[in-house]
C-alpha cells in the first residue's frame, strides 16, 4: 500500500511496505475537468536509465599459429550496461560454451583439436545479445620425414584399435599376437613410453572403438578366442583407468564399421556376422544406456568396407566385399557405395568408385574430400591382389574422381590420417619397391612424393595423430614383429 507524503508537482515521497521509493515525482493534471494523479517512475536520483543494445565495433579476426603456440582472439564491443561475453567453440556442427572464456580476449594454447577449429562469441546486456562472425584458427607444423621408434614394443601385433584420449595419451587395445589379445597399453607422448594399461574384459581383435564426448573410449564386437565373433562392448575410463562391460551389440561382428554420428549414437554397419556371413544389417548403439537397436539396412551387405562421416552430416559407406558369389565361386569386391541420413535414418545409393576395392583406407581432407587409398581387389580368376589406385569423392558434385599413383605402392588395413598443413602420409608397402616406403600425398597439388624408409609392413597399421601434430604408427615390422614408432 502506498501514502503520498509532499504536494503535487513537488518531489514527493513514496512509501512500500514502510520502505522508503524515491525518484518518483506526482503531477496532478486536469483533463476535461476531472484531476488525475498520474506517477512516473524516472530511476535513481530522477535520472532515466539509458539502455544500449550490445555492438561489436571490431570482429575477431581468423589466427595462423605454429602448432603448441598460443593463439589470441580479440573482439571490441559497446554498450550500456557494459555486455558481458561468452566465447564459443563449434563441435560437430554445434556450438558450446568455453568455460572461463568471458574476457574481451580468448587466450588459449594450441593442440591438434584446435586445427581449422571455429570459434565466435556472444555478446549481452539487458538490451539484447549479439553474435561475432565465425572466425577459424589454422596451425602449421614442419616435419622431418624422419620416423623413430619407440623402446618399448606393444603386445598386440595387428587388428588393435587406437585411441588419442583428451590427455593425449594414446590408448592401444586388444589385436593378434600369437593368440587374441586382452591387453592394453598407454602412449605417453610426454615421454615417449608405452605402458600396460588395463586387461581388457574379452580377448579381441578386428573390433571397433570410438572415443565419446565423455573422453571415455568404447570398444565393440570384434573376432574373440577361437576366431568367434563376439557381441559384447567394454568401456574404457581414463579418469579411473579401468574398464566395465558395456553392453553388447545385437550381432556379433568383424570387417564392420562403428561411426559416432551427431546425436551421440554409434552407427554399427555390415560385417561379418557370427554365422560366417556376410550382411547387410545396421545398429544404432546408445553410450547413454549402453542399448543396441535396428537399424534400416543397407541396401547391399558388405564386409571390410570402409564408412566416414562427412561434412553434410551424413555417412558415407565404400567398398568392401559383397555376399554374392561371382562365376568362380569367389565373392569380388564392390565398387558401389551408399549413403546414411541420422536424420531420417534412411540410407540411398551413393556414386560408384571407379575401382571396386575392401580392405581399404579412407580419410577425410581439410577440403571436405574423402580420400580413398588401395585396399585389396580381385584381379583374376579366383585371384586377389592389392590395388595401387586413389580416388578423390567431393561431397559438393556427389561423384569420384580417380588419381594417378605415381609411386605404385599398396597398403590393406591400414588407417591413414591427414598431417597438420593438409598433406596425408601413406604407407606404399614394398610391392613395387625395394624396401618399404613411406610416401606425402598433398591435396592442394594432387601429387605424391616420398617421405623415406619405412618400418613398418603395409599392413594392419594404426596412424593416430598425436596433440602436437607428431603421428604414432603401430604395426608390424618388415619381421612381422610388433612395432612402434613417432613420425614426425
Same mark, same amino acid.
Given at each position: 500500500m502506498f501514502t503520498l507524503d509532499g504536494n503535487p508537482g513537488k518531489s514527493a515521497k513514496f512509501l512500500s511496505r514502510e520502505v522508503p521509493m524515491y525518484g518518483i515525482r506526482a503531477f496532478r493534471q486536469a483533463l476535461g475537468g476531472a484531476s488525475v494523479l498520474i506517477l512516473l517512475c524516472c530511476g535513481g536520483g530522477g535520472t532515466p536509465k539509458t539502455v544500449e543494445a550490445p555492438k561489436i565495433t571490431a570482429q575477431p579476426l581468423a589466427q595462423t599459429v605454429p602448432i603448441t603456440s598460443t593463439a589470441s582472439l580479440t573482439v571490441a564491443v559497446s554498450g550500456s550496461p557494459t555486455p558481458t561475453l561468452q566465447w564459443q567453440r563449434q563441435e560437430r556442427g554445434s556450438w558450446h560454451d568455453l568455460a572461463g572464456a568471458t574476457g574481451l580476449t580468448h587466450t588459449f594454447a594450441t593442440t591438434v583439436r584446435d586445427h581449422l577449429a571455429a570459434f565466435r562469441v556472444r555478446v549481452s546486456n539487458e538490451g539484447g545479445s549479439? @553474435?561475432?562472425?565465425? #572466425?577459424?584458427? +589454422?596451425?602449421?607444423? !614442419?616435419?622431418?620425414?624422419?620416423?623413430?621408434? @619407440?623402446?618399448?614394443? !606393444?603386445?598386440? $601385433?595387428?587388428? =588393435?584399435?587406437?585411441?588419442? @584420449?583428451?590427455?593425449g595419451k594414446v590408448l592401444l587395445a586388444g589385436g593378434y599376437l600369437t593368440g587374441t589379445e586382452k591387453a592394453t597399453n598407454l602412449f605417453d607422448p610426454a615421454t615417449g613410453l608405452l605402458t600396460p594399461g588395463p586387461t581388457l574384459l574379452t580377448p579381441r581383435w578386428t573390433h571397433a572403438a570410438v572415443l565419446l564426448d565423455s573422453g571415455k573410449v568404447l570398444l565393440l564386437s570384434g573376432t574373440t578366442t577361437g576366431y568367434a565373433k563376439t557381441p559384447t562392448c567394454e568401456l574404457y575410463d581414463p579418469d579411473t583407468g579401468t574398464i566395465s562391460p558395456a553392453g553388447s551389440l545385437l550381432v556379433g561382428r568383424w570387417g564392420f564399421t562403428a561411426t559416432l554420428l551427431p546425436n551421440g549414437k554409434i552407427l554399427i554397419a555390415g560385417g561379418f556376422d557370427s554365422n560366417n556371413s556376410i550382411v547387410a544389417s545396421c545398429e544404432l548403439y546408445d553410450?547413454? +544406456?549402453?542399448?543396441?537397436?535396428?537399424?534400416?539396412?543397407?541396401?547391399?551387405?558388405?564386409? /571390410? =568396407?570402409?564408412? /566416414?562421416?562427412?561434412?553434410?552430416?551424413? #555417412?558415407?559407406?565404400?567398398?568392401? $566385399?559383397?555376399? +554374392?558369389?561371382? #562365376?568362380?565361386?569367389?565373392?569380388?569386391? $564392390?565398387?558401389?557405395?551408399?549413403?546414411?541420413?541420422?536424420?531420417?535414418?534412411q540410407w540411398t545409393a551413393g556414386p560408384d568408385m571407379a575401382d571396386g576395392r575392401e580392405y581399404h583406407t579412407t580419410t577425410l581432407l581439410e577440403n571436405g574430400q574423402l580420400l580413398v587409398y588401395s585396399g585389396w581387389t580381385k584381379v583374376g580368376y579366383q585371384s586377389f591382389g592389392a590395388l595401387r589406385s586413389i580416388e578423390l569423392y567431393d561431397p559438393v558434385t556427389g561423384a569420384f574422381r580417380k588419381l594417378p599413383n605415381p609411386l605404385g605402392g599398396s597398403a590393406i588395413i591400414t588407417n591413414i590420417t591427414?598431417?597438420?598443413?593438409?598433406? #596425408?602420409?601413406?604407407?606404399?608397402?614394398? /610391392?613395387d619397391l625395394t624396401g618399404l616406403q613411406d610416401a606425402l600425398f598433398d591435396p592442394a597439388t594432387e601429387t605424391f612424393s616420398r617421405s623415406g624408409r619405412s618400418l613398418f609392413y603395409d599392413e594392419y597399421l594404426t596412424h593416430t595423430l598425436l596433440l602436437d601434430g607428431r603421428v604414432l604408427v603401430v604395426g608390424r615390422d618388415s619381421n612381422f614383429a610388433s612395432m612402434a614408432a613417432v613420425y614426425n
Open positions: 549479439v @553474435l561475432s562472425n565465425p #572466425v577459424q584458427v +589454422t596451425l602449421t607444423k !614442419t616435419y622431418q620425414g624422419v620416423m623413430t621408434p @619407440l623402446t618399448a614394443s !606393444t603386445t598386440a $601385433l595387428m587388428g =588393435h584399435t587406437a585411441t588419442r @584420449l583428451a590427455s553410450p547413454a +544406456t549402453f542399448q543396441s537397436t535396428l537399424a534400416q539396412p543397407m541396401a547391399t551387405g558388405r564386409e /571390410n =568396407h570402409a564408412a /566416414n562421416l562427412l561434412g553434410n552430416g551424413k #555417412v558415407l559407406v565404400t567398398g568392401g $566385399l559383397r555376399p +554374392t558369389p561371382d #562365376v568362380d565361386g569367389y565373392a569380388f569386391p $564392390l565398387a558401389s557405395t551408399e549413403l546414411y541420413d541420422p536424420a531420417t535414418g591427414c598431417l597438420i598443413g593438409g598433406k #596425408v602420409l601413406l604407407p606404399i608397402g614394398c /610391392n
